[in-house]
Nanobody, 125 residues
Framework: QEQLVESGGGLVQAGGSLTLSCAASERTFSTLTMGWFRQAPGKEREFVGA????????YYAESVKGRFTISRDSAKNMVYLQMNSLKPEDTAVYYC??????????????????WGQGTQVTVSS
């Protein structure tokens, strides 16, 4: 069964950095666009960023552009989210996901059919 496992979350002060990792269990993930989403308490899950299967194209939400960097190492079946200059409003559960459908767009969670369990990121002020 295909599986995604996130790690690297934790508590950090505003202005600090964290790197999230996503390990994929199947080699097939190397051919898929991978995305990061987040969900804050009381809010809907939102798109954070995505990276194409080759790593050549990256997409970011406006709220994280210039602060977050998404990357992948397909040989290791890993996807990363480097988060710098963290703000309290970045506090959320972060999810890694694989884009398995092509119906609504790369920023839409509907297109992502496989999800990890999430990792908590808490940014204190």
């Amino acid at each position: 069964q295909e599986q995604l496992v996130e790690s690297g979350g934790g508590l950090v002060q505003a202005g600090g950095s964290l790197t999230l990792s996503c390990a994929a269990s199947e080699r097939t993930f190397s051919t898929l666009t991978m995305g990061w989403f987040r969900q804050a308490p009381g809010k809907e899950r939102e798109f954070v960023g995505a990276v194409s299967w080759s790593g050549g194209s990256r997409y970011y939400a406006e709220s994280v552009k210039g602060r977050f960097t998404i990357s992948r190492d397909s040989a290791k079946n890993m996807v990363y989210l480097q988060m710098n200059s963290l703000k309290p409003e970045d506090t959320a559960v972060y999810y890694c996901a694989a884009r398995t459908r092509f119906n609504t767009g790369i920023r839409s969670q509907i297109d992502y059919g496989t999800w990890g369990q999430g990792t908590q990121v808490t940014v204190s002020s």
